[in-house]
């Protein structure tokens, strides 16, 4: 079964991206990604990473805009209103632990503004464009927790944070994995002493030339579902590894590719961007369990002595994804706000 090439606005969607368009967003994608990448945001959340955003624009037909200095993109999911994340600059920062730090002493500006001056015209700006495109309230998706509190004390509008566990992003700390602590004990373990040890087993870098080969594997998995199903639940994950492929850069991301008696059997992509932290991107294995055998050579061999947390992202509520990184032993759930706006008075 061939893959969706693209996810099919409605027609109030598509006329909302339009609008957008003429209100001076662009629409993202590969070549947008250079100004994603040297954007320095802020955040633990891999929702808000330069890549998520970037490798999965084709699927929810994204636009962005720089506003106030802040990294604005719009996303249309099917059945959902389109609504905006914003990423942060970088004098908006977290510390390890995930609390936000005390910004009362920063300046953005010769006058002496504070830093929450600068979100609140972003919301003032992005609100004036939802009312505009026919919204009668602003939605911001993927507020962390540790700004939470900001984003609701925006003065001049009444905030309703809504909040669910399918779209909390799973840490793991590398040495739960590797020590098969929590619930990888239990679940896991077992999985992965069919490969540790195992002869026939090696690993090659996933490098600038022999990236491509990850689309093979892809290709591989796909033959085994259903593409209507795929799409309409999350997107076309081969169109986003499509676009991974071709903005990945060893310079910029790591990947490992396992073989298990000379043949191909799996891949692993992963990025090194924040402090302390790591986001997994893509994987998958051909071999039943081999993925999980994957993310524990990459906590073991790649993360152990630098990284604090690795973020493997959400379930989205899918069953599948959610037994699958809970009995992985996650260390915590981070959060993630949909944060409603609606103008006092309005």
């Given at each position: 079964?061939?893959?969706?090439?693209?996810?099919l606005?409605?027609?109030?969607?598509?006329g909302?991206?339009?609008?957008?368009l003429?209100?001076g967003?662009?629409?993202?994608?590969r070549?947008?990604?250079?100004?994603?990448?040297?954007?320095?945001g802020?955040?633990?959340?891999?929702?808000?990473?330069p890549?998520?955003?970037t490798?999965?624009s084709r699927s929810?037909?994204?636009?962005?805009?720089?506003?106030?200095?802040?990294l604005v993109?719009?996303?249309?999911?099917?059945?959902?209103?389109?609504?905006?994340?914003?990423?942060r600059?970088?004098?908006?920062?977290?510390?390890g632990?995930?609390?936000?730090v005390?910004?009362?002493?920063?300046?953005?500006?010769?006058?002496?503004?504070s830093a929450?001056?600068?979100l609140?015209?972003v919301?003032?700006?992005?609100?004036g464009i939802?009312?505009?495109?026919?919204?009668?309230e602003?939605r911001v998706?993927a507020?962390e927790?540790?700004?939470?509190?900001?984003?609701?004390?925006?003065?001049g509008?009444?905030?309703?944070?809504?909040y669910?566990?399918d779209?909390s992003?799973?840490?793991?700390?590398p040495?739960?994995?590797?020590?098969?602590?929590?619930?990888?004990n239990?679940?896991?373990s077992t999985?992965?002493?069919k490969?540790i040890?195992?002869?026939?087993?090696?690993?090659?870098p996933m490098?600038?030339?022999?990236?491509?080969l990850?689309?093979?594997i892809?290709?591989?998995w796909?033959?085994?579902?259903?593409c209507?199903?795929?799409?309409?639940?999350?997107?076309?994950?081969l169109?986003?590894?499509e676009?991974m492929a071709d903005?990945y850069?060893?310079d910029?991301?790591?990947?490992l590719?396992?073989?298990?008696?000379?043949i191909?059997?799996g891949?692993?992509?992963w990025?090194k961007r924040n402090e302390?932290?790591?986001?997994?991107?893509f994987?998958?294995?051909?071999i039943?369990?081999?993925?999980v055998?994957?993310?524990?050579?990459l906590a073991?061999?790649?993360?152990?002595?630098?990284i604090?947390?690795l973020n493997?992202?959400?379930?989205?509520?899918?069953?599948?994804?959610?037994r699958?990184?809970?009995?992985?032993?996650a260390h915590?759930?981070w959060?993630?706000?949909?944060?409603?706006?609606v103008?006092?008075?309005?």
């Open positions: 079964m061939q893959p969706l090439t693209e996810r606005l409605s027609a109030r969607d598509a909302v991206r339009n609008f957008l003429r209100q967003f662009l629409p993202a994608g070549d947008s990604y250079p100004l994603f990448r040297d954007f320095k802020a955040g633990r959340l891999s929702e808000l990473t890549t998520v955003s490798i999965w929810f037909n994204e636009v962005y805009k720089l506003i106030e200095g802040h993109t719009v996303f249309f999911f099917e059945g959902m209103e389109p609504y905006f994340e914003i990423n600059p970088r004098n908006n920062t977290v510390d632990c995930g609390n936000a005390d910004r009362s002493s920063i300046t953005v500006n010769g006058d002496g503004e929450s001056t600068p609140k015209r919301i003032d700006i992005l609100y939802a009312v505009g495109a026919g919204f009668p602003l998706y507020v927790e540790a700004f939470l509190e900001e984003f609701k004390g925006i003065e509008y009444e905030v309703k944070a809504e669910s566990d779209h992003e799973y840490a793991y700390r040495q739960d994995i590797v020590n098969l602590s929590g619930g990888i239990h679940k896991k999985h992965l002493n490969f040890g195992r002869e026939g087993i090696s690993f090659t490098t600038n030339d022999n990236r491509r990850c689309l093979d892809e290709k591989e796909c033959t085994h579902q259903d209507a199903v795929c799409s309409a639940f999350a997107g076309c994950e169109k986003a590894l676009i903005i850069d060893d910029f991301y790591e990947g590719f396992g073989y298990v008696d000379g191909l059997a891949f692993i992509i990025e302390g932290r790591a986001y997994l991107h994987g998958k294995g051909t039943r369990n081999f993925f055998y994957l993310i524990y050579t073991k061999e790649k993360l152990l002595a630098e604090e947390f493997i992202n959400e379930d989205m509520g899918k069953e599948g994804l959610r699958f990184k809970r009995h992985l032993g915590e759930l959060r993630k706000y949909l944060c409603i706006f103008k006092r008075g309005a």
